[in-house]
C-alpha cells in the first residue's frame, strides 16, 4: 500500500469517526493513530529511541 492510499484510509476513517461518533471521538482516534504510527516506526528502527532520550535530556549529537 503506499502512502498515499494510506492516508486516503486514514483520512476516510477519521471522517466516519467525527461523523458517527462526534468531535472528542475524533480527537481520540487521532491521537491513537499517531501513537500508533510512532510506535510502528521504533518497531521498524526508523526512530532512535536512544538518541531521542537524548536529546529530551539536553545530549547533544551530531551523527
Known sequence: MTATKFGILAGAVLALVWIVLGF????????????????????????DVRALVGAFQGKRSSS
Do not use: K, N, Q, T
Open 24 to 47: 472528542w471521538a475524533f480527537v481520540f482516534v487521532l491521537v491513537a493513530m499517531a501513537i500508533g504510527a510512532v510506535i510502528g516506526r521504533i518497531v521498524d528502527g526508523r526512530i
